[in-house]
């Protein structure tokens, strides 16, 4: 049974992953509205993890005795100035994901609450990813300044991905 305290943070973080997921799909839109398809598929993908982790947070608080709420938050950003704007946003929005998963983890420890650091240990690991993922992408882009064939050629390799559920060992 989670403490009150805990189910708080939780729940908090679940509206942080369900924010994500439509932080993510709004950039979508901006790919979508410059025609750069692979981009917008990267990010679609992007939108089908956070909501995965959202669930995951939903399910957790309940199976631990918790009470999960659905929370809602403010009007998305839209709007972005170039792709590596949007790059550069994505990479702060993770950092900004990471320490928040880190202070959850401590407050599990904090608490003794070892089920739910074993729970959140699986974000810890796979925010270094969220983290390292689009900083590639990001690195690219300004080393080819958004050039029109580097901008096409990523394009299509961003095509590529597809979205793998999530595979809690
Ligand atoms: Fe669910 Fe991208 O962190």
Do not use: C
Request: hydrophobic fraction near 45%; charge should be negative.
């Amino acid at each position: 049974m989670i403490s009150e305290k805990m189910q708080e943070a939780l729940n908090d973080q679940m509206k942080w992953e369900f924010y994500s997921e439509f932080l993510y799909l709004a950039m979508a839109g901006y790919f979508k509205s410059r025609s750069l398809d692979g981009f917008a598929n990267w990010m679609m993908v992007q939108t089908q993890e956070e909501h995965a982790h959202a669930v995951m947070f939903f399910n957790y608080i309940a199976d631990a005795g918790g009470r999960p709420e659905v929370r809602a938050f403010d009007q998305m950003e839209n709007e972005y100035e170039s792709v590596t704007d949007v790059f550069r946003k994505t990479v702060e929005h993770e950092k900004l994901v990471t320490r928040r998963i880190n202070d959850l983890m401590a407050l599990a420890l904090e608490e003794k609450d070892y089920a739910t650091a074993k729970f959140l240990d699986w974000f810890v690991k796979e925010q270094v990813e969220e983290v390292a993922s689009p900083q590639k992408i990001l690195d690219q882009l300004e080393l080819v300044k958004e050039e029109g064939n580097a901008l096409m050629m990523l394009d299509r390799e961003l095509a590529q991905r597809v979205f793998n559920p999530p595979v809690v060992a």
